[in-house]
């Protein structure tokens, strides 16, 4: 059954008199339980997506150019602000990119966790609870360890921490934004199997979001790929991974190396990804992609579905 379903979201960020619309009728549904990824190149509107599903963007300079987010059943668009604040304690929880960035460096780890406990889960704020949440994300002698300030942890430790943050309030769905990305690459490994077992074993929606396709695999069940502000391929991750069909997609895959796969040599995707307010005409991705053709310049493509649960951004693929 369908935990959060967005339909048709923009989102417009305004700077000065002109107003860019960073997020463009984006669709996308995340199931009970279920593992998402989003994935694409930096800045092509991930996060800022991340943050819309709780409203956590200010408005202004934000605003909502349209759509819909239903978690569980509520339009989050529509909601109070006391209704939101329920929504992003009890239903969705994040995880970002440096943990650091998050923790106060003069409060012990374990009262870091006890205050979110406070928050949502008052009759649960005890230590034996701290205790369970630092061993539930793999933290040895989590008695002692509660104790710690952020600056005796090493980085992954600090995610892990995180991570228990975000779980004190049993969430429905765990947002993780880049949650590896400023970690070594085994410790990477570590964190997305931590994330991974826990999506299991509490049945909770993981939204795992990376620029990184090669994580998808031993992660997803289902992967969206994000190009300047709108998704150009869904499905479920082995057919889009084993059988891409939009072109951004295959150069992803190109320029990412997949795991137990020989590849001689990395390809870089030529140019970059357009800021908003100067995407061009047509598809988004024309200027960069090595099957355009002269329709590609003029006319703007939809996403249609193509198959089963898989839908597609590229009408030349599409006729192919
Ligand atoms: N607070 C902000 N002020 C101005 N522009 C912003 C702000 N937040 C995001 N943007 C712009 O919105 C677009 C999408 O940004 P977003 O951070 O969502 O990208 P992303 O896909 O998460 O990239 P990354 O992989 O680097 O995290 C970018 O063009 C970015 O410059
Ligand atoms: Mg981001």
């Known amino acids: 059954m369908a935990l959060l379903e967005v339909k048709n979201l923009s989102l417009d ?30 800045g092509c509107g991930k996060s800022v997506t991340a943050l819309s599903l709780t409203r956590l963007l200010p408005c202004p300079p934000f605003s909502y150019g349209g759509g819909e987010v239903t978690m569980d059943g509520q339009d989050v668009l529509q909601l109070s602000d006391e209704q939101l604040r329920k929504v992003r304690g009890a239903k969705v929880s994040y995880v970002f990119q440096d943990p650091v960035a998050y923790l106060n460096p003069i409060h012990r780890v374990g009262t870091q966790i006890l ?10 704020a005890t230590p034996d609870r701290i205790v369970e949440l630092l061993d539930r994300v793999g933290i040895p002698s989590p008695e002692t360890r509660m104790n710690d300030y952020p600056h005796q942890m090493s980085g ?8 228990a943050m975000a779980l004190a309030s049993e969430p429905q769905l ?9 970690l070594d690459v085994t410790i990477q490994a570590q964190i997305l199997a931590l994330l991974s077992r826990l999506q299991q074993e509490l049945n909770m929606a993981v939204l795992l979001i990376s620029h990184n396709l090669g994580l998808v695999e031993s992660f997803a069940d289902r992967v969206a790929v994000m190009y300047a502000g709108q998704i150009v391929e869904s499905g479920k991750t082995c057919d889009v991974l084993e059988n891409p069909k939009h072109p951004y997609t295959e150069a992803l895959l190109r320029a990412i190396p997949r795991l137990g796969e020989k590849v001689d040599r990395l390809c870089s995707i030529p140019g970059q990804v357009p800021m908003a307010g100067h995407f061009p005409l047509g598809c988004r991705f024309h200027p960069r992609c090595s099957c355009v053709q002269a329709e590609c310049k003029s006319v703007e493509p939809s996403l249609e579905s193509i198959s089963g649960q898989r839908s597609l951004r590229c009408p030349v693929r599409q006729a192919s």
Do not use: W
């Open 13 to 42: 960020l305004k700077q000065g008199d002109v107003s860019y619309r960073l997020v463009d009728g984006l669709s996308l549904e995340i199931n009970e339980g279920e593992a998402f990824c989003l994935i694409g190149e930096s």
């Open 115 to 124: 205050e979110m406990l406070q928050l949502h889960q008052p009759a649960k």
């Open 156 to 163: 992954g430790m600090l995610q892990r921490v995180m991570i």
């Open 174 to 182: 765990l947002v993780a934004d880049e949650p590896t990305t400023a």
